[in-house]
């Protein structure tokens, strides 16, 4: 079995809801979702997931490592969370890509993972407060272009001048330049041929409109 049956076949047995089964993590329902999914649409494959992750499942099922591991396919794949090295040596540690995100209009987020990425441990620690995201759309060109990856640590306020990542109406993600006012915050497209979005403080309540990240460093394949 791939992970992702092993969970919904214990959540079914025991009665849980994919929340009340996450509740006993620190993962999110909607990746619990994913993971119950089997395969990446993306790839064709079932979903990786990390060492870590496994260990949170296995705790949350009351079982040990060793029995999770004993029930998997022998095809699903795993990420070692260790202590791996770049090319430089430097020490880095594996962020996952979530989904994608478009830099402009009418995209909705997706928490799938797609893959990893490796960031130097200097910059992100050990990673649990940060995820990557793929760059659609072309909102944001010069500074980012189509197929950039990004890696945004999460947090809910910016400073002026940080580039963020906003969830809007619960779905809609975008990339922007921030910049709060007294009454407002202006999500600033870098590209001139795009509109920018303000949103009062009341609209952000009603809309709603979610800080979740600002972008901490770009990763771009040549």
Not at 92 to 112: F, H, R
Not at 179 to 196: G, R
Request: charged content about 25%.
């Amino acid at each position: 079995m791939y992970i992702g049956e092993i969970i919904k076949n214990y959540r079914t047995k025991n009665n849980l809801s994919q929340r009340a089964f996450a509740a006993r993590t620190s993962l999110s329902p909607s990746y619990i979702n994913t993971l119950e999914k089997i395969y990446n649409p993306k790839t064709g494959k079932p979903y990786s997931v990390t060492t870590d992750v496994a260990m949170e499942l296995s705790k949350a099922m009351f079982i040990n490592i060793e029995d999770l591991l004993n029930m998997l396919d022998k095809t699903q794949e795993f990420i070692v969370n260790n202590n791996k090295l770049d090319n430089f040596g430097n020490p880095v540690v594996s962020i996952p890509i979530l989904g994608t995100v478009k830099a402009g209009y009418d995209y909705l987020a997706q928490e799938n993972w797609i893959g990893t990425v490796d960031v130097e441990t200097s910059l992100v620690g050990n990673g649990k407060d940060y995820f990557a995201l793929k760059v659609h759309g072309s909102s944001m060109s010069p500074v980012l272009i189509e197929d950039d990856i990004v890696i945004i640590k999460k947090q809910n306020d910016f400073e002026n001048g940080d580039i963020v990542v906003a969830i809007i109406n619960g779905d809609e993600a975008t990339i922007k330049k921030g910049k709060k006012s007294d009454s407002s915050i202006l999500l600033q497209p870098l590209n001139p041929s795009y509109e920018p979005l303000i949103f009062t403080y009341d609209e952000m309540k009603t809309i709603p409109v979610e800080i979740i990240g600002i972008v901490k460093q770009l990763k771009r394949e040549f």
